[in-house]
């Protein structure tokens, strides 16, 4: 079936520590999209990235970096320069603008 | 910066009312719009959209309405269910393919 997939569901990092969360889409999609959602809060666009080898900064993207080299995979680190990681991240795809955006069920990182 | 936004964060109804769910924007360049629906711990559904060319949409219980003159979109849901009770976020997509989402409202249906 096609969707868009995030693993793992659940992690767990020391702090100080860099974490790669993953997002795979099979949507055949240009855009894919990072969200951070915090209890009883809206979703917060971290980075965004229209074309293979491209992505734009969102309204929060200090403290992460991304990468886009297929475009199948948009994984997003979490690294130890942002301060307060522990959060719900949602990634999402869209075939074009103007058209639905598809979410995977999202990542939940806690950071001990 | 220009963000979408909800009206009110909770909005309590009773099984087989109708439900109203209000939304702001502040973008007057946005022409598409999204709302969601989000159930706990999971990712958004895709409720409905609009493009800005129409005033008015219907879908399967659910009718989204958009005022581009105040600014304003609305969902109604018709003949709310406890399966209804999730939270609803409204998204516009602005310039660049960004899709900006709203804060939620949270919707509870009492049986």
């Known amino acids: 079936d096609g969707g868009i997939t995030q693993s793992p569901k659940y992690l767990f990092r020391k702090e100080g520590q860099n974490v790669t969360l993953s997002c795979e889409q099979n949507l055949n999609h240009d855009a894919m999209y990072w969200y951070r959602q915090d209890p009883g809060q809206g979703l917060r666009l971290i980075y965004y990235?229209?074309?293979?080898?491209?992505?734009q900064k969102g309204d929060i993207a200090e403290g992460y970096s991304v990468s886009r080299e297929k475009k199948e995979s948009f994984p997003l680190t979490v690294t130890s320069a942002q301060k307060n990681p522990t959060a719900f991240y949602l990634c999402a795809s869209m075939k074009a603008r103007g058209t639905e955006a598809f979410f995977g069920q999202g990542t939940r990182l806690t950071v001990v | 910066g220009e963000s979408v936004g909800l009206h009110l964060p909770t909005l309590s109804v009773q099984e087989g009312d109708n439900s109203i769910i209000n939304c702001a924007y502040s973008n007057s360049a946005s022409d598409y719009f999204i709302w969601y629906k989000q159930e706990s711990g999971k990712g958004p559904q895709f409720i409905i959209d609009i493009r800005s060319n129409m005033d008015k949409r219907q879908g399967q219980r659910v009718t989204v309405l958009l005022n581009k003159t105040v600014k304003h979109l609305s969902l109604q849901i018709a003949a709310t269910q406890p399966g209804d009770s999730a939270v609803y976020f409204c998204a516009e997509n602005q310039a660049g393919t960004a899709l900006i989402f709203g804060k939620g409202t949270t919707l509870s249906v009492s049986s």
């Open positions: 990235s229209q074309i293979v080898n491209d992505f």
